[in-house]
C-alpha cells in the first residue's frame, strides 16, 4: 500500500543525513589529497580499487544482455578509476601554483568520482546486509535500489551532481591555497553541506515515491465484466 506522511518523512530525513555526511567526507578527501601524498597515495588506490570492484558487481553474466543501468554505472565506475590514477599526480607545490580555473575540472572530476563511489558503495552495503538479515529496514528507506531501474538513475544522476558541485565549489573558491586558519575549507564545507542535505532530503523523499509507485504497478488488477442487466 502506499507510503503514509511519516514514511516520506523518514525517508527524506535518512537521504538529508546520508547526503549531508557524504558531502563532509568527500570535501575532506579533497583537502587531504592535496594536502598529504601518502593520503593522496592511499586514496588514489582505494579509488582504483572501488572502480574496479564496481564494474566487477554489475558485470552481466556470460550471456546476459547488459542493461541502460549498467552500462552507465560501468562509465562511472571507468571514471572513478581514472580518478584514483589523477590522485597520484597531485602535489601540494604545483596546485598552489595554479591558477583555480585551471584546477577547477580537475577537482570537478575528483568530488564526482569520490561522491558516485561512496554512495554506491553505501547502498551497495545496505542493501547486502538488508538482504543477508532478512530485515526490510533498508528496502523501507532506500527501496532497494538495485531492484528498479529509475531508482538506480535517481541515486546515480543525484551523486554526480553533489560530487560536480562539491568539487566545483571546492575549486572555485580555491581552497588549496587556504591560509593556517583554513577559513576558506570551512566556508567550503558549510555550502557543500547545504547542498548535499537539501539534494539528499530530496532524493530520499524521490525514491520513496518511486518505490510506491513500483508497488501499484505491481499490484493485481481485478476487471469486473458486468452486463447491462445486472443491477447493484
Not at 555526511?21 to 583537502?31: G, K, P, Q, T, W
Not at 585551471?102 to 561522491?115: A, F, N, R, W
Not at 547502498?123 to 538495485?146: K, Y
Not at 575549486?171 to 547545504?194: C, K, L, P, W, Y
Request: with cysteine; hydrophobic share 50%.
Amino acid at each position: 500500500m502506499p507510503s503514509d506522511r511519516l514514511q516520506y518523512a523518514l525517508s527524506s530525513s535518512v537521504g538529508m543525513v546520508l547526503g549531508a555526511f557524504i558531502s563532509l567526507i568527500v570535501d575532506s578527501a579533497l583537502f587531504e589529497i592535496g594536502e598529504s601524498k601518502v593520503f593522496a597515495t592511499v586514496f588514489g588506490v582505494c579509488l582504483m580499487l572501488i572502480g574496479g570492484l564496481i564494474v566487477w558487481r554489475v558485470a552481466p553474466v556470460q550471456g546476459e544482455a547488459i542493461s541502460r543501468w549498467r552500462y552507465m554505472v560501468f562509465i562511472f565506475s571507468s571514471m572513478v578509476f581514472t580518478s584514483g590514477i589523477c590522485c597520484f599526480l597531485v602535489e601540494k607545490g604545483w596546485l598552489v601554483t595554479m591558477n583555480r580555473w585551471v584546477k577547477l575540472p580537475m577537482y570537478t572530476l575528483l568530488g564526482t568520482s569520490l561522491s558516485f563511489a561512496l554512495t554506491f558503495s553505501l547502498l551497495d552495503l545496505i542493501n547486502n546486509a538488508a538482504l543477508c538479515s532478512g530485515a526490510g529496514t533498508a528496502e523501507a528507506l532506500l527501496g532497494v535500489p538495485a531492484q528498479s531501474s529509475r531508482q538506480v538513475y535517481v541515486v546515480l544522476f543525484s551523486s554526480v551532481f553533489m560530487g560536480g558541485l562539491f568539487g566545483s565549489s571546492f575549486g572555485m573558491i580555491d581552497v588549496e591555497d587556504d591560509s593556517r586558519m583554513h577559513t576558506r575549507f570551512d566556508e567550503d564545507q558549510a555550502i557543500n553541506t547545504m547542498i548535499g542535505a537539501v539534494t539528499g532530503l530530496f532524493v530520499g523523499g524521490a525514491n520513496q515515491y518511486l518505490r510506491d509507485k513500483a508497488l501499484v504497478d505491481a499490484a493485481p488488477y481485478v476487471t469486473l465484466n458486468l452486463s447491462e442487466d445486472e443491477e447493484f
